[in-house]
């Protein structure tokens, strides 16, 4: 069972719900904003979605603290774990790391082209991924150190740190490979600071794209939780 902790209800887990089922995978959605208990310890595997509360704002989301001990637990015992956006960001955090809220070039939206690092090339979730690959974003928050020992995976013309790995098997994204169309609209109608019209083209005109590499990032992570899960029986 993958736990997902989801921070708000426009943040859901999208298309990555239907693409890890396909996968063979189970997930288990928790949303704290509603009352559910963040868990201590992790499962087979963990995801933490996105959100617009910044990675240090434990007042106006008090859940953020038990979420930076399960992530902190789950890189320390090479739980399958994916950050996504705030997630990453939370991972970064948990671990060592910091994050720039509001960083200085901005908020970064539409359909980002991630450049994998060398680093990468080997790695069991994204090495050999679409590269460039396309990842959705909309974000205004950056990790601005990754965690000490953390590998940098990938990288963005406007930010650096796109993806990284703490451990063995806990990796941060700060894009968003589960988003789908509406989702996203949602989210730049939200932001005054985003010209929806044209991020939604940019999004409408590389959905194709976008979906096979987000499938095939979902695919991945459900098989690395399943080959842990056997490891551990």
């Given at each position: 069972?993958?736990?997902?902790?989801?921070?708000?209800?426009?943040?859901?887990?999208?298309?990555?719900?239907?693409?890890?089922?396909?996968?063979?995978?189970?997930?288990?959605?928790?949303?704290?904003?509603?009352?559910d208990?963040?868990?201590?310890?992790?499962?087979?595997?963990l995801?933490?979605?996105?959100?617009?509360?910044?990675?240090?704002?434990?007042?106006?989301?008090?859940?953020?603290?038990?979420?930076?001990?399960?992530?902190?637990?789950?890189?320390?015992?090479?739980?399958?774990?994916?950050g996504?956006?705030?997630?990453?960001?939370?991972l970064?955090v948990?671990?060592g790391?910091?994050?720039?809220?509001?960083?200085?070039?901005?908020?970064?939206?539409?359909?980002?082209?991630?450049?994998?690092?060398?680093?990468?090339?080997?790695?069991?979730?994204l090495?050999?991924?679409?590269?460039?690959?396309?990842?959705?974003?909309?974000?205004?928050?950056?990790?601005?150190?990754?965690?000490?020992?953390?590998?940098?995976?990938?990288?963005?013309?406007?930010y650096?740190?796109?993806?990284?790995?703490?451990?063995?098997?806990?990796?941060g994204?700060?894009?968003?490979?589960?988003?789908?169309?509406?989702t996203?609209?949602?989210?730049?109608?939200?932001?005054?600071?985003?010209?929806?019209?044209?991020?939604?083209?940019?999004?409408?005109?590389?959905?194709?794209?976008?979906?096979?590499?987000?499938?095939?990032?979902?695919?991945?992570?459900a098989?690395?939780?399943?080959?842990?899960?056997?490891?551990?029986?």
């Amino acid at each position: 069972m993958i736990d997902v902790v989801e921070h708000e209800p426009g943040c859901p887990l999208d298309r990555f719900g239907g693409w890890l089922e396909d996968a063979g995978a189970k997930v288990r959605v928790l949303r704290p904003y509603a009352g559910d208990a963040v868990p201590s310890t992790p499962g087979d595997g963990l995801i933490v979605l996105g959100g617009q509360v910044d990675a240090y704002a434990d007042d106006a989301a008090p859940w953020l603290p038990a979420v930076r001990v399960l992530l902190r637990a789950a890189a320390a015992d090479g739980t399958p774990t994916l950050g996504i956006c705030l997630g990453a960001q939370l991972l970064a955090v948990a671990c060592g790391g910091t994050v720039d809220v509001g960083a200085a070039p901005g908020r970064e939206a539409g359909v980002v082209d991630v450049h994998w690092r060398p680093e990468a090339a080997g790695d069991p979730l994204l090495g050999g991924l679409a590269d460039p690959f396309p990842g959705p974003s909309m974000h205004a928050d950056a990790v601005a150190e990754l965690p000490p020992g953390a590998v940098w995976l990938g990288s963005s013309a406007m930010y650096p740190h796109q993806a990284f790995r703490v451990g063995a098997a806990a990796w941060g994204v700060q894009f968003h490979p589960e988003v789908s169309e509406p989702t996203f609209a949602g989210w730049a109608a939200e932001l005054g600071d985003v010209d929806a019209a044209p991020v939604l083209r940019e999004l409408a005109g590389r959905d194709a794209d976008v979906v096979a590499a987000g499938r095939e990032l979902a695919t991945r992570f459900a098989r690395i939780v399943e080959a842990a899960g056997a490891d551990r029986r």
